[in-house]
């Protein structure tokens, strides 16, 4: 009864998606709401995951270059306004401060919302020579935009996240450098997250305030719609002129530098759970899993249950598990829908029967599968679970994009789709902004990117008809 009662405490996805994840994020314990509207705590179940999520994605950093920086939180209104397309494109979203203690600012300050005018007024001082480049600097901070709409981990009014911010003497190396971290973003979500992404180009309605061009990662959640998880500017020069970052090159002469940015934030916690959860609940890959593998005593009372249970767990954390023991009081059917809920990827089930046969039980979290195991064998078998699952879990994954990608020639066949279905539409576009903005007026979505591997559906453009230019992914988005 306990059992049930715990797993009717989320509301099934099918029946109300948006109900669905809200119940996940507060029965899983990853968040809680906070008395700052907008505003959340990250509990440390929450937290974890994005422990884990930044350590790693550091590491890949780090291995290409990058190294980590602190700025200052606050920005000069005279700064902001310096670069124009890009304080246009945030100003809507911008917290201002007016006091210091009781004293009004001479100038305004905002919180930032994203620190490319801070770094462009450091950089212009730090730069002088091109020995001085390339600065391929990363900050972990957090930001604030004052959302009117939030919802756990996908919008809130003050998020975590990573900004990189580099500077180079060439084009060239600025357009490498952005690609790269494009590059670096789809691979860790598909090998750590398990979340296949369709890797492209923002149109220039859709790119960031001041870039030159927005490289985007676009990942389908399981309710057909599109969450961009991950996003790498080229600034060109723009910023560079508008600041006056110049540093003078081998030739003598003065020049520009080449800017980039690129980001990721605390959204991917809420891509993992739209990805992978189920309606028993959250389904973490064991990459990002704080605890990867529970051991669940089995009338645990029972003389030598819970001391064996402990001579397990240390077994596996000796071979670099993160595993932990439930010996709460909490019966046996309640841990386990507990731990299905949390998102543990494995269970190991020993009882007094178990132990006298000198084996105990894997469940993965995925699947449910149950496999017999001999403790001898059973940190060999946990590696080879886990190793599984992650793979596994992509592939699903990516069944489920493909299934949920469609085709249209025509506006009639677009509108035919997104009327009965949701999910990514590749079709033609023609370029031009009058197109965007009638698909997304008629339909309510919105291009994605054109994609780096391009395929000549038509000749034509889906709205309008003419010659076609590129094929674009259109779809509904978080």
């Known amino acids: 009864m306990a059992e049930k009662k715990m797993v009717e405490a989320i509301t099934a996805m099918e029946e109300d998606f948006a109900q669905w994840y809200t119940d996940v994020?507060?029965?899983?314990?990853?968040?809680?709401?906070?008395?700052?509207?907008?505003c959340m705590v990250f509990k440390p179940a929450g937290y974890a995951i994005w422990e884990l999520i930044q350590s790693q994605l550091d590491a890949r950093f780090k291995a290409t270059g990058v190294q980590n920086v602190y700025l200052p939180m606050f920005i000069p209104e005279s700064l902001l306004q310096v670069e124009k397309d890009h304080v246009e494109g945030f100003a809507p979203e911008v917290a201002w401060v007016t006091h210091g203690g009781l004293q009004p600012l001479q100038e305004r300050m905002c919180v930032r919302p994203t620190s490319e005018t801070l770094f462009c007024?450091?950089?212009?001082?730090?730069?002088?020579?091109?020995?001085?480049?390339?600065?391929?600097?990363?900050?972990?901070?957090?930001?604030?935009?004052?959302?009117k709409e939030t919802r756990p981990f996908l919008r809130s009014r003050e998020f975590l996240w990573q900004e990189g911010h580099t500077a180079h003497a060439t084009a060239e190396d600025a357009e490498a450098r952005t690609q790269q971290m494009l590059n670096v973003y789809a691979d860790f979500c598909e090998q750590v997250l398990a979340i296949p992404v369709v890797k492209g180009r923002k149109t220039d309605k859709e790119k960031f305030a001041g870039a030159e061009a927005t490289y985007t990662i676009e990942a389908l959640m399981h309710d057909?719609?599109?969450?961009?998880?991950?996003?790498?500017?080229?600034?060109?020069?723009?910023?560079?002129k508008a600041f006056g970052i110049q540093f003078t090159d081998k030739d003598n002469k003065l020049k520009y530098v080449h800017q980039t940015s690129w980001g990721m934030t605390t959204r991917l916690i809420g891509a993992i759970i739209m990805?992978?959860?189920d309606n028993r609940g959250l389904c973490l890959p064991p990459k990002v899993a704080p605890t990867q593998v529970m051991v669940v005593p089995i009338a645990q009372k029972k003389e030598g249950v819970l001391e064996k249970a402990?001579?397990?767990?240390?077994?596996l954390a000796d071979k670099g598990f993160r595993v932990k023991v439930d010996d709460t009081d909490k019966s046996p059917g309640w841990k386990f829908a507990e731990q299905e809920m949390r998102g543990i990827p494995v269970r190991i089930e020993c009882g007094p029967k178990d132990i006298e046969a000198g084996k105990c039980i894997i469940c993965r979290r995925?699947?449910?599968?149950k496999i017999e195991v001999s403790f001898e064998e059973l940190a060999d078998k946990v590696a080879e679970v886990l190793d599984a699952m992650q793979v596994e879990m992509l592939e699903r994954a990516r069944a489920h994009r493909e299934a949920n990608t469609f085709v249209a020639k025509n506006m009639e066949e677009l509108e035919?789709?997104?009327?009965e279905k949701t999910g990514f539409v590749k079709a033609m576009w023609c370029g031009d902004r009058a197109c965007e903005d009638t698909i997304k007026e008629k339909l309510s979505v919105t291009s994605r990117c054109m994609p780096f591997e391009q395929e000549e559906l038509s000749d034509t453009c889906v709205c309008c008809g003419k010659k076609a230019q590129k094929m674009v992914y259109w779809g509904k988005a978080y």
């Open 275 to 277: 990805v992978h959860g």
């Open 121 to 147: 007024d450091f950089y212009k001082n730090d730069i002088q020579s091109y020995r001085d480049l390339p600065k391929v600097y990363n900050q972990w901070c957090s930001v604030v935009r004052w959302e």
């Open 224 to 240: 057909g719609k599109a969450l961009q998880s991950g996003t790498s500017h080229n600034f060109g020069d723009g910023f560079a």
């Open 25 to 38: 994020v507060k029965k899983a314990e990853l968040v809680d709401y906070t008395s700052v509207k907008g």
């Open 366 to 369: 995925d699947t449910f599968e």
């Open 416 to 419: 035919a789709i997104f009327a």
């Open 310 to 315: 402990e001579e397990l767990r240390q077994i």
